[in-house]
């Protein structure tokens, strides 16, 4: 009887470090990084803007797709199923030597949900519907965004971030460094 206890207590431990083993990788692989690459997320938004404007400059509708895919991807899981974010991180940031500049993640984690409602939007108004005209204008709000980050440094929706924490709908919890993007990035 006591065997059979200790067998029955043995196989349920193996299946609970089982599940949480199993859980473990799903769980790192959907995670974002926090903190975050500043340089690595200007290279991305580079990268976003030349992709964009590839697909309005030579009618290529079908890489919104492309665009498409990666902001989800980098939502999801950061850099890294995303094939822009893994070239930016692995390759192109490396061999830059520049000094990082470690932002919180939440913040970029929500604008990369913002570019991925508006590069989904230009692919269902481009291959859904056909509205090629109506595709290239949230494609150019794209643009514009990215080109801030990029260039700049002003990430329009980690900013949008910062006001839904200040007015309470983020609650502080998300982010504890985040309540003041202004005081971080001094």
């Not at 009887?1 to 790192?28: F, I, N």
């Amino acid at each position: 009887m006591l065997v059979a206890v200790e067998v029955m207590t043995t196989s349920t431990k193996s299946s609970t470090t089982t599940d949480r083993t199993s859980a473990r990788p799903v769980a790192r692989l959907f995670s974002f990084p926090n903190p975050v690459n500043e340089v690595s997320s200007r290279l991305v938004a580079g990268g976003v803007v030349l992709l964009a404007l590839t697909i309005i400059i030579f009618d290529q509708p079908w890489l919104t797709v492309l665009l498409a895919y990666g902001f989800v991807a980098r939502v999801l899981t950061g850099p890294k199923l995303s094939p822009l974010g893994q070239l930016v991180t692995r390759v192109i940031t490396p061999r830059l030597r520049v000094a990082p500049k470690l932002v919180a993640g939440p913040p970029k984690r929500f604008a990369q949900g913002i570019g991925a409602v508006f590069s989904v939007t230009a692919a269902v108004l481009a291959l859904g519907f056909g509205l090629q005209a109506a595709a290239d204008v949230v494609l150019g709000l794209l643009v514009v965004a990215a080109t801030l980050e990029s260039v700049f440094a002003y990430c329009i929706g980690c900013h949008v971030f910062a006001l839904l924490m200040r007015t309470g709908i983020i609650p502080a919890e998300v982010c504890e460094r985040c309540n003041d993007i202004w005081a971080t990035a001094a």
